[in-house]
């Protein structure tokens, strides 16, 4: 079975790399192509540089789309000519079994594709692109785009995944329901030991962009004037201002650069307690990646993390910045009780989120769409 596996718009393998995620965003193609013999076809965003890639994706191909058109200063030429490039690369990718998207931010490609060369359609999303429009108060051109390729991609595609329950809701009381939206959950890859005696006793972990979405001064503000330190892995443009908050409220503050997968999870494994501040989400693989290597995770209230999070079961959900604090501090001091939620987080993961499960439920998917 051959799968074409189109870039969210804009990127590249070589952002995947300069991004630090490369490692992981390719185990669960490197997985299906060892276990089912799928062979896959990427359709990057990149130009001959992706090229270079090859020597670490044996038996892939890979299709730059910049290496046939030439790319623009401006950003509507740019879509413009993904649309262009679709039409003319119909007949190097006309031998596929199936089209899969990465995002739904590029699925304008794979709704062509699949009229070109006649073949099923999987569009999946990590989070509600129309949703994070709206709560991240785009411009209304902006939001009406998205709100038109959500309903088009809900109604040409033959599977729209969705990463939580949360969504699938939202979208069939904005969209309407077809039947075509499925659950799939975002995983992790192996679960490890939480090696009690090596984690810090007074500092506390969080990852993701430094931007208002992670709300990451909530946390600041929560245990200033407290002996415990934050640990934030992450970039973005409130960097310094994060910075400068942090010794106001007499906190101390270190920004870590973002690092590679499997670094990351070594850096999970140093900490008792993980903190989400987002005030919005999709289905958070920080989240998951903390619980599966033993970080007790305290997150804010919001729908789609409390799909993973049941308060007092698994791990701890706050509304407050008092409550934050008080979280952290009776669970830094209480062994015992947290490590009892830590062991229920492990049972969570290991039942709905290992990458074995998404592997086979995965190539389900894709035996039941492939006409072949």
């Known amino acids: ?178 039947g075509n939206v499925l659950h799939f959950p975002n995983w992790v890859d192996s679960i490890v030991d939480s090696r009690e005696s090596n984690r810090y006793e007074n500092k506390v972990l969080s990852v993701g962009r430094l931007e208002t979405q992670k709300n990451f001064s909530e946390i600041i503000e929560s245990l200033k004037n407290e002996n415990i330190e934050i640990d934030i892995v992450g970039e973005g443009s409130q960097k310094d201002s994060l910075l400068k908050f942090s010794k106001l409220n007499n906190v101390e503050l270190n920004i870590l650069q973002k690092m590679s997968f499997y670094d990351l999870k070594n850096i999970y494994q140093k900490y008792k307690i993980f903190i989400s501040s987002s005030i919005f989400e999709g289905n958070p693989k920080v989240v998951l990646e903390a619980m599966a290597n033993g970080c007790l995770v305290i997150a804010k209230k919001n729908m789609n993390v409390e799909e993973i999070i049941k308060h007092n079961q698994n791990g701890i959900i706050y509304n407050s910045n008092e409550e934050l604090k008080e979280q952290v501090k009776f669970y830094l001091e209480n062994e015992n009780e947290r490590k009892n939620l830590v062991k229920n987080s492990i049972k969570t993961i290991k039942t709905y989120n290992l990458l074995d499960i998404h592997i086979d439920k995965e190539y389900a998917l894709y035996k039941n769409l492939n006409i072949d």
């Open 1 to 178: 079975m051959n799968v074409i596996l189109i870039f969210t718009y804009g990127i590249s393998l070589k952002n995947w790399e300069e991004n630090k995620i490369f490692d992981r965003e390719i185990l669960l193609y490197k997985h299906l192509q060892q276990k089912h013999n799928i062979k896959f076809t990427f359709l990057t965003f990149g130009d001959h540089e992706d090229l270079e890639f090859a020597d670490k994706l044996d038996n892939f191909k890979i299709i730059p789309i910049y290496k046939y058109i030439k790319k623009s200063d401006f950003k509507i030429y740019n879509f413009l000519k993904t649309i262009y490039i679709t039409f003319k690369l119909k007949a190097l990718l006309s031998n596929n079994s199936l089209i899969k998207t990465n995002q739904q931010n590029g699925a304008w490609i794979g709704l062509i594709l699949k009229f070109l060369i006649k073949k099923p359609l999987i569009i999946r999303t990590g989070y509600n692109l129309y949703e994070f429009s709206k709560n991240e108060k785009r411009s209304i051109y902006v939001r009406f785009f998205y709100y038109i390729l959500t309903k088009i991609s809900i109604l040409y595609s033959d599977s729209y995944l969705v990463t939580s329950k949360a969504d699938k809701v939202n979208l069939k009381e904005v969209f309407g329901e077809k």
